[in-house]
């Protein structure tokens, strides 16, 4: 699985964004996939995830109520909308797949495929 994000600016604190993961390959309908952010000199954090079919998501505690993550196996994207933003969500965001017929996972280390990675950045 080839993973493509994109959706990442410039917002300001309160508005809302949704970042998009194209994907290519035929195991992207049958694999978790999640998101992930980093800031310089920090580990990749955990944001979201969410089932191959869908069923299941799962949020940090960061940003639970203010995101959600969603996919469209027909058109081999995922999403992850973001609102009411904060300064703190400034961040690079990666999204990943699992291989097929994972479960949903929290750990960086669980994830096979990455993509390359866009840009939010939140002023105040």
């Known amino acids: 699985v080839q993973l493509q994000a994109s959706g990442g600016g410039l917002v300001q604190a309160g508005d809302s964004l949704t970042l998009s993961c194209a994907a290519s390959?035929?195991?992207?309908?049958?694999?978790?996939v999640g998101w992930f952010r980093q800031t310089p000199g920090n580990e990749r954090e955990f944001v979201a995830a969410?089932?191959?079919?869908?069923?299941?998501?799962y949020y940090a505690d960061s940003v639970k109520g203010r995101v959600t993550i969603s996919r469209d196996n027909g058109k081999n994207t995922m999403f992850l909308q973001m609102n009411s933003l904060k300064p703190e969500d400034t961040a690079v965001y990666y999204c990943?797949?699992?291989?097929?017929?994972?479960?949903?996972?929290?750990?960086?280390?669980?994830?096979?495929?990455w993509g390359q990675g866009t840009l939010v950045t939140v002023s105040s």
């Open positions: 390959g035929r195991t992207f309908s049958t694999s978790a």
């Open positions: 969410i089932s191959w079919s869908g069923g299941s998501t």
């Open positions: 990943a797949a699992r291989t097929s017929y994972s479960s949903t996972s929290s750990s960086y280390s669980a994830y096979r495929h």
